[in-house]
């Protein structure tokens, strides 16, 4: 039935599947523990500045993962999530360079902007 209305067999599912749960199940969000500690984002800078020469063609994609990198060598509030294309994006070079600022997510592209939304309100990068 997966996927599938149960039809005029939905009742009789929703008595079965009531009488095996125990307890009041009382289920809600619970409150907010603002225990993050506060942070200044204000002052990240880069371990070392761009070592690219004039005229050297460098893709964004790179450019990006180095900056990445060394962004997070100097913050660890800085962090990547990656939808299992690091070696595309080349954040594979911070999960290198700052393994526990890198987190995978794997296929789930929802599921990683949900992850963006709380890593930021608790002052991630």
């Known amino acids: 039935f997966h996927g599938k209305a149960l039809g005029d067999r939905t009742d009789g599912a929703i008595k079965t599947i009531q009488a095996l749960i125990v307890g009041d199940n009382k289920v809600g969000p619970q409150p907010m523990v ?11 800078k880069l371990s070392a500045p761009p070592n690219y020469n004039l005229g050297d063609k460098v893709a964004t994609r790179a450019a990006y993962g ?5 962004l997070g060598q100097t913050c660890d509030r800085v962090v ?4 299992d294309v690091k070696n595309s994006t080349f954040s594979e070079k911070l999960m290198k360079a700052c393994p526990g ?3 995978e997510c794997f296929i789930a592209e929802q599921n990683m902007v949900g992850v963006g939304i709380g ?5 991630r990068a």
Not at 66 to 70: E, M, S, V
Not at 119 to 123: P, Q
């Open 34 to 44: 603002d225990d993050a500690p506060r942070v200044d984002l204000t002052n990240v």
């Open 66 to 70: 180095t900056g990445l990198a060394k």
């Open 80 to 83: 990547a999530f990656d939808a």
């Open 101 to 103: 600022q890198f987190v």
């Open 119 to 123: 890593a930021a309100t608790r002052d």
